[in-house]
């Protein structure tokens, strides 16, 4: 199983990015995912999380109002759409997957991670 992490790149203050994260297991249906950042110098940081049923959504305070987590099924992909994007939000973005019933805001709760998709946002 692998996730790929896609969609970065460098845009002005104010713009949008939507990142994806494609799952090639057959275990997505059940996974929760998250995204985290991890900026340089700083340690790696939850932003965004989702249950396996898509229901149970939740956001680190620093992007809460601005970025929106979803996913589809059909396509075993996980979504970051990010809207009104600050300078302090860039960062490599990770996707990740864990079992069990709900997302986590803690990284070492995650056994599958992607390989990281770079946003950098200019002032």
């Known amino acids: 199983v692998q996730l790929q992490a896609s969609g970065g790149g460098l845009v002005q203050a104010g713009d949008s990015l939507r990142l994806s994260c494609a799952h090639s297991?057959?275990?997505?249906?059940?996974?929760?995912m998250a995204w985290f950042r991890q900026a340089p110098g700083k340690e790696r940081e939850f932003v965004a999380g989702?249950?396996?049923?898509?229901?149970?959504?939740g956001y680190a305070d620093s992007v809460k109002g601005r970025f929106t987590i979803s996913r589809d099924s059909a396509k075993n992909t996980v979504y970051l759409q990010m809207n009104s994007l600050k300078p302090e939000d860039t960062a490599v973005y990770y996707c990740?997957?864990?079992?069990?019933?709900?997302?986590?805001?803690?990284?070492?709760?995650?056994?599958?991670w992607g390989q990281g998709t770079l946003v950098t946002v200019s002032s």
């Open positions: 990740a997957a864990k079992g069990g019933y709900d997302y986590s805001a803690s990284a070492n709760q995650y056994v599958l």
């Open positions: 989702i249950t396996w049923s898509g229901v149970g959504k």
């Open positions: 297991g057959s275990t997505f249906s059940n996974d929760n």
